[in-house]
């Protein structure tokens, strides 16, 4: 059962933060090739297939612990973000939580392409930054107007299941260490710096297991000198130890947005 169906009370907290996030914050800013282009599938795009997006995007900031969408909303907006990153998660009655799938500046959240669709996870904001957001419908309009944009949605469609597909099967054959491994690997790939801002609390709910677990996780990969932790920071010391400590799943999970930018 997912969380639109936890409580009353939970669904109206849900729905005012919904409200914050879609409402605008600021006077619009003017979108700019460069800005845009700090979204690596908006850059895919070449200039004359970028430039007509620009009337339909809006640059707004989102928050840590913004929800986008939960579970069952119909799409209003899809997000390009650039310096944010997005989780993608099932919360259960009992409010246990799994995490599907991770969006950063390589990716858009929230596409929707037909009008009767409906989110089948929670889309929340799990660092801090800037986006583009456009309109559902315009984001439709230009999918079947075809064309390069159109062809990217579909590349990327087919990267983010991928994905999916092989959280599926590291969450179910991996060790503890092999999954820390790939979801911290998966925040580095989407930050500018070897420095991640999570605590163990987070690390925990996202990967579904207990705190202590995640001490003794976290604890291990200190020893080997891959990372090093303190308190709600986390500094990636080798990456390259971190990559064969998670295992074929990480490399995997990144053979379809390879595919991706190698086609664009």
């Known amino acids: 059962m997912q969380r639109s169906h936890i409580s009353a009370a939970a669904n109206q907290a849900h729905a005012a933060i919904r409200t914050l996030v879609l409402a ?16 690596a599938l908006l850059r895919a795009l070449d200039r004359a297939d970028l430039e007509p997006l620009f009337p339909h995007l809006e640059l707004v900031q ?4 913004d929800y986008l969408y939960d579970c069952g909303d119909s799409f209003e907006h ?12 099932y919360v259960m009655e009992d409010g246990a939580t799994t995490e599907i799938g991770v969006v950063g500046r390589e990716g858009v959240v929230g596409v929707a392409l037909h ?9 929340v904001v799990q660092a801090a930054g800037y986006g583009y957001r456009i309109r559902t419908a ?31 099967v590291g969450t179910r054959h991996s060790t503890l260490e092999q999954k820390l491994s790939r979801w911290l690997l998966e925040r580095l790939d ?3 710096g ?6 163990q609390e987070t690390m925990a709910t996202m990967l579904g297991v207990r705190r202590e677990s995640i001490t003794l996780a976290a604890g291990k990969l200190q020893t080997e000198g891959l990372i090093q932790y303190r308190r709600g920071t986390v500094v990636v010391l080798d ?14 999970a990144r053979i379809g947005f390879d595919q991706m930018r190698n086609a664009a």
């Open 194 to 199: 070897c420095e991640l801002k999570v605590t």
């Open 24 to 39: 605008p914050s600021h006077a619009t800013v003017p979108i700019s090739l460069t800005g845009a282009q700090q979204n």
């Open 138 to 168: 315009a984001l439709r309009e230009l999918f079947n107007e075809g064309g390069a944009f159109a062809r990217l949605l579909m590349r990327y469609t087919f990267a983010r299941f991928s994905q999916l597909a092989q959280n599926v």
């Open 78 to 89: 899809a997000w390009f973000p650039t310096n944010a990153i997005v989780s993608l998660h």
């Open 190 to 192: 989407r930050s500018p």
């Open 62 to 65: 989102l928050k840590h612990g």
């Open 239 to 252: 990456r390259d130890g971190l990559e064969v400590c998670a295992g074929a799943c990480y490399k995997a």
């Open 115 to 123: 009008a009767s669709e409906r989110a089948t996870c929670s889309a």
